[in-house]
């Protein structure tokens, strides 16, 4: 019933949730900006690590503004995708770092994207799906970049 009536508790549950996943995203965009060499794959990771940050600037002055008083670096982690470490560090012993975090992060930001659009059907608040609906477009538009 808190999700159809929109209790603002798991307004900010759903959001500390986005919240994880963009700290993951940065995470892995800052691997990538030290790593890469080739310019798809630097670009990628420098447009992700900006685009991610901003929306989590975002999300935290909303949730700061609505709420969650005392936000916190911990509340925004938790979600390291020990898998993407994996394939990450294999690939730059293989000499295919590049391509692999282009594959990861794509993958990551779809997972994200798809998180998004989860969240703005189920969250309530003008604000709340006004912000998760232009991390969308912004996410549509990274995902593009590298086709």
């Given amino acids: 019933a808190a999700l159809v009536f929109g209790n603002s508790n798991s307004n900010t549950d759903q959001l500390l949730g986005i919240g994880k996943q963009q700290t993951e995203l940065i995470r892995i965009a800052s691997v990538g900006e030290q790593k890469?060499?080739?310019?798809?794959?630097?670009?990628?990771?420098?447009?992700?690590?900006?685009t991610i940050t901003s929306q989590?600037?975002?999300?935290?002055?909303y949730l700061k503004s609505n709420g969650k008083k005392k936000l916190s670096a911990k509340d925004l982690t938790g979600a390291e995708n020990s898998d993407a470490?994996?394939?990450?560090?294999?690939?730059?012993?293989?000499?295919?770092?590049?391509?692999v975090f282009i594959d990861v992060m794509n993958e990551?930001?779809?997972?994200y994207q798809a998180s998004l659009k989860n969240t703005?059907?189920?969250?309530?608040?003008?604000t709340a799906k006004q912000?998760?609906?232009t991390d969308y477009e912004q996410v549509s538009i990274l995902l593009g970049q590298n086709d």
Wanted: charged residues 15%; without cysteine; proline residues 0%.
């Fill in 36 to 50: 890469a060499t080739g310019e798809t794959a630097k670009s990628l990771a420098i447009n992700t690590k900006l």
């Fill in 56 to 61: 989590q600037t975002a999300l935290s002055n």
């Fill in 85 to 99: 470490n994996t394939q990450l560090a294999n690939a730059e012993t293989n000499g295919r770092f590049d391509d």
């Fill in 108 to 111: 990551t930001l779809a997972d």
């Fill in 120 to 126: 703005y059907s189920t969250v309530s608040g003008n």
């Fill in 131 to 133: 912000l998760l609906s």
